[in-house]
């Protein structure tokens, strides 16, 4: 089993572009979550989901958006990227309240 | 609300000896608890969770923690730690299907 895997592992973004990350799970997990970790502010949870085509607002919702079409994938789409986004997101998955399940991350800069 | 607190953000330990990592949550209820590993440039790993029952629960790469209601605490130790255990330790508590994260302690690893 591959577990939790991100696609890509490091971006650089200017301004204003568009991107969507992908997170995909083959542990049949119901849940999922997107984090960002930024220096000094520890794991913040953006968007979350408790099954497919489920989703809901975390801590840091804004300029983010989500979907989860197939159980086993749960996407973050930046709309427009600002530099304040610049962060490391790791998305993670769990079957229930026993513990999550992280990716390796993924690396964005936005200039 | 639910919190939890990592009052050490650093602490450094010669090779060879004990180490204790400080948590201390907030929550009403019974918490399940859980400690997570994170080194450098990767993703976070379960050490070892706590939901009932036994109060000392063994984690993986030798870690232990203590469950102590009286005190709200859920102490992370190791008899010995190993240069390889350099890295950010979180503690967490979970929130139905969410997980309410502290901000971490970086432990460093004297020769």
């Known amino acids: 089993n591959a577990g939790v895997t991100q696609t890509p592992k490091f971006r650089v973004l200017k301004t204003g572009q568009s991107m969507t990350l992908l997170c995909a799970q083959d542990m049949n997990h119901e849940y999922m979550y997107w984090y960002r970790q930024d220096p000094g502010m520890g794991l913040r949870l953006i968007h979350y989901?408790?099954?497919?085509?489920?989703?809901a607002k975390g801590e840091v919702p804004d300029g983010y958006n989500v979907s989860r079409l197939k159980k086993q994938n749960f996407l973050l789409g930046l709309e427009s990227a600002a530099p304040s986004q610049t962060s490391v997101y790791f998305c993670?998955?769990?079957?229930?309240?026993?513990?999550?399940?992280f990716g390796p991350g993924t690396r964005l800069l936005v200039l | 609300a639910q919190s939890v607190t990592q009052p050490d953000i650093h602490i450094t330990v010669s090779e060879g000896a004990s180490l204790e990592l400080r948590c201390n949550y907030s929550y009403g209820a019974t918490p399940y608890l859980f400690w997570y590993v994170q080194s450098p440039g990767q993703g976070l790993q379960l050490l070892l969770k706590y939901f009932s029952g036994d109060t000392l629960v063994q984690g993986i790469k030798g870690f232990e923690a203590e469950f102590k209601r009286s005190q709200s605490s859920f102490n992370l130790r190791k008899p010995s730690v190993h240069w390889s255990d350099a890295a950010e330790y979180f503690c967490?508590?979970?929130?139905?299907?969410?997980?309410?994260w502290g901000a971490g302690t970086k432990l460093i690893i004297k020769p």
């Open positions: 989901s408790v099954g497919e085509g489920t989703t």
């Open positions: 967490a508590v979970a929130l139905n299907y969410q997980l309410i």
């Open positions: 993670a998955s769990s079957y229930s309240r026993e513990g999550q399940y």
